[in-house]
C-alpha cells in the first residue's frame, strides 16, 4: 500500500441509515481491499445539523466535490 491513500468521504445518518452506512464502512477493511483508504466522516444526523445550523452539510459538500467519492446514509428531515 504505497502512495497516497484514497480519501473517502462518509456522510453519517440517522438510525437505520446509519446502521446500514456502518456495515457498509466495515466492508472498506482495507486489509480486505488492499487497499490505503483514508475515511474522512461528518455527522449528518438531525441533531447535528441543527447544532450546526446545516453547516455541517456544506463541509461535507465540499469534502466530496474534493475527493471525488463518498458514501451518504439516510438521514431524518425534519418536519416544517
Not at 468521504?9 to 438510525?15: I, R, S
Amino acid at each position: 500500500m504505497a502512495g497516497d491513500p484514497l480519501r473517502i468521504a462518509v456522510l453519517e445518518g440517522d438510525e437505520t441509515g446509519q446502521e446500514l452506512l456502518d456495515q457498509a464502512v466495515r466492508l472498506l477493511d482495507p486489509e480486505l481491499l488492499r487497499l490505503d483508504l483514508e475515511l474522512w466522516r461528518f455527522d449528518l444526523s438531525l441533531e447535528n445539523r441543527r447544532a450546526t445550523s446545516n453547516e455541517i452539510v456544506g463541509d461535507a459538500a465540499a469534502a466530496m466535490r474534493d475527493l471525488g467519492l463518498g458514501l451518504k446514509a439516510a438521514t431524518i428531515t425534519p418536519e416544517g
